[in-house]
């Protein structure tokens, strides 16, 4: 009974392991902290990617925390490469888009950009966090977050 229950144990934990990440699921990449006990968490949203693929999309978030842990405001790049693997990368597109989660806190004058390099391309989204209180500004943060794609094809 004890190697039977050991083979399944086995069988259960190898099938679980096969995909590290599941489509859609964030993984954290950085977390900044500031002194008003604030705090933004950049993540890398994983989505599926067909084997040889030569068009690749990925999305990064920073998501804006209050000192009370809950999220606040987000932005979001979303970018599309063209990979030749091993010998170019570019990006053709590179889109933003903006969360608010609660009342009076914003991310103001968004915008993204792209740039293409030899051996890399990066796709940027910026805009400036918001806090208001009462109609007054509070806190006022620039932020921003990138995607970095490879010619190998690897992403950050």
């Given at each position: 009974?004890?190697?039977?229950?050991?083979?399944?144990?086995?069988?259960?934990?190898?099938?679980?392991?096969?995909?590290?990440?599941?489509?859609?699921?964030?993984?954290?990449?950085?977390?900044?902290?500031?002194?008003?006990?604030?705090?933004?968490?950049?993540?890398?949203?994983?989505?599926?990617?067909?084997?040889r693929a030569t068009t690749v999309?990925?999305?990064?978030?920073?998501?804006?925390?209050?000192?009370?842990?809950?999220?606040?405001?987000?932005?979001?790049?979303?970018?599309?490469?063209?990979?030749?693997?091993?010998?170019?990368?570019?990006?053709?597109?590179a889109t933003y888009k903006t969360?608010?989660?609660?009342?009076?806190?914003?991310?103001?004058?968004?915008?993204?950009?792209?740039?293409?390099?030899?051996?890399?391309?990066?796709?940027?989204?910026?805009?400036?966090?918001?806090?208001?209180?009462?109609?007054?500004?509070?806190?006022?943060?620039?932020?921003?977050?990138?995607?970095?794609?490879?010619?190998?094809?690897?992403?950050?």
């Amino acid at each position: 009974n004890f190697i039977s229950l050991f083979l399944i144990l086995a069988t259960i934990l190898s099938i679980s392991s096969i995909s590290a990440y599941a489509e859609g699921e964030k993984i954290t990449e950085d977390v900044v902290i500031f002194d008003d006990g604030s705090y933004f968490v950049t993540v890398m949203i994983e989505e599926s990617i067909t084997p040889r693929a030569t068009t690749v999309n990925k999305t990064k978030r920073i998501i804006c925390y209050g000192s009370d842990d809950e999220a606040k405001c987000a932005l979001e790049i979303k970018a599309t490469f063209n990979l030749n693997q091993g010998t170019s990368i570019s990006c053709i597109s590179a889109t933003y888009k903006t969360y608010s989660y609660v009342s009076g806190w914003s991310i103001d004058s968004p915008s993204s950009a792209y740039k293409n390099y030899t051996s890399y391309a990066v796709a940027t989204a910026s805009g400036t966090v918001k806090r208001k209180a009462l109609g007054i500004t509070v806190k006022s943060q620039e932020v921003y977050v990138s995607i970095t794609g490879y010619k190998d094809g690897t992403y950050k």
